[in-house]
């Protein structure tokens, strides 16, 4: 019998709502399990503390990689592809959050 070992990283996201096609993406939230994890980590009793502490770290994690976001087409060359997320280009909105290519483009980021 084959055991699968779970990412440390599996699931600590909640899943995000719909968005229209091309936006910015919106904040990230912590699901219940990393909430608990970062509640351990702080040592904070207080619930709405570990939720809100978890949440910050969780939108700062997304943010700090799609900063690096671009198109990348594969060897057989399929794409374009999000280099961060590998959701179609652009539809995923990492291009709003891209630091690469905000600055190309001289957008604001």
Known sequence: ME???RSEFEGIFEPTPSRPVMSKPP???ASKEFVHEVAAMLGVTHSEDATEAADWIADKMERFGARTARPVFDMHG???QCSWCGAIWPLCGDAHLSEE???EEG???
């Open 107 to 109: 957008e604001d980021v």
């Open 27 to 29: 904040r990230m939230k």
């Open 3 to 5: 055991t699968t070992t």
């Open 101 to 103: 290519l905000n600055d």
């Open 78 to 80: 399929n794409g374009p």
